[in-house]
């Protein structure tokens, strides 16, 4: 009989290409991984992995069962989800995985509301990489919230058999100290004026760079001074302690510090769009739809915030 946890780890060594990378991705540790993969070659029979002193990759029967691993686990899952309507209680663990913005944001929403749910866990991580679609795809998490710069819709070609649940669009605002010119409300926003300000900016391999670089496209210019930091907590500490104004998305004004103000840009600047994506038959499990519809809700209450903090 196989072993549906060793087939996932097959499965996921197939994806990460390494031991190593494969141990880092589920929790394990290499040897670990190596135990459970060689214990798999014994219960098949056959050699899995070809090994060698510069790292292992698959055989022609791993890449075999690889395949054949999709189609069994992807059974199992439906039959779990089909027992679970049955049962219509949220019962177990989900698994979501967000960007840092949309975890800090939505978290202090959604436990209150997962609570009463007495037999479901919450597990809920953070990344910094665009890779939560994949996680989905791969059965690491069952949801993943992800933003779109591109404003366009995703859910086609390689992302069948996934659902991507619109949940908010979300603005760029401007943060500024509370003694600046611009935080009194009375004094209007214009970008073109903003370029002599000194800048306070997050590094081009962070996606919420991707917004800036826009709004500075629109303006059609570069600030005279723009110090680059990794993380909006970081920009947007130094920018309460005066040190310069930075255009962050709106979900970072969750986690933000006190003494800042933050101002809605022109209709021009750019905006995200927030989805959740998880598999169509994992959103058939009561847990799945209940955390889905927290999050709903969880969208809805930050986007009025929103409204009346920034965009009034």
């Known amino acids: 009989m196989l072993n549906l946890r060793r087939l996932q780890i097959l499965r996921e060594f197939s994806a990460r290409g390494t031991i190593v990378a494969t141990a880092n ?18 219960e098949t029979g056959v050699a899995l992995l070809d090994r060698s002193a510069r790292g292992a990759e698959l055989t022609d029967a791993g890449r075999l069962l690889v395949a054949q691993a999709e189609d069994i686990l992807a059974l199992v899952e439906a039959t779990e989800s089909v027992i679970a309507e049955q049962s219509d209680l949220a019962l177990g663990v989900v698994t979501v995985t967000a960007f840092p913005t949309a975890a800090v944001a939505f978290a202090p929403l959604l436990v209150p509301r997962l609570r009463r ?17 994949q996680q989905v795809r791969s059965r690491e998490v069952d949801i993943a919230l992800v933003d779109d710069w591109a404003r366009q819709h995703p859910g086609r070609g390689p992302d069948i058999g996934l659902r991507h649940i619109h949940l908010m669009r979300d603005p760029m605002v ?6 600046h010119p611009l935080a009194d409300p009375s004094t209007p926003v214009v970008l073109e004026t903003l370029l002599s300000e000194s800048w306070i ?9 991707y917004g ?25 500490s130094l920018v ?5 104004i930075a255009a962050v998305p709106a979900l970072a004004m969750a986690g ?16 995200r769009d927030v989805y959740a994506v998880v598999r169509s038959v994992t959103a058939r499990r009561p847990a799945v739809q ?16 929103i409204s009346e903090t920034a965009l009034a």
């Open 25 to 42: 991705a589920l929790g394990y540790t290499p040897s670990a991984v190596s135990q459970q993969l060689a214990t798999l070659e014994r």
């Open 117 to 133: 749910h007495e037999g479901m866990q919450l597990l809920l991580r953070q990344t910094l990489l665009a890779t939560g679609t």
């Open 174 to 179: 401007l943060a500024v100290p509370e003694d």
């Open 201 to 209: 900016v997050t590094p081009e391999s962070e996606r919420s760079r």
């Open 212 to 236: 800036m670089d826009r709004l500075l496209a629109e303006v059609g210019g570069l600030p005279s001074s723009a110090w680059e930091f990794e993380g909006l907590g970081t920009v947007l």
């Open 240 to 244: 309460s302690r005066g040190i310069g």
């Open 256 to 271: 933000g510090p006190a003494g800042l103000v933050y101002r809605g840009l022109p209709p021009a600047a750019p905006e």
């Open 290 to 305: 209940v955390t889905l519809a927290a999050l709903r809700d969880a969208a809805r209450q930050v986007g009025e915030e």
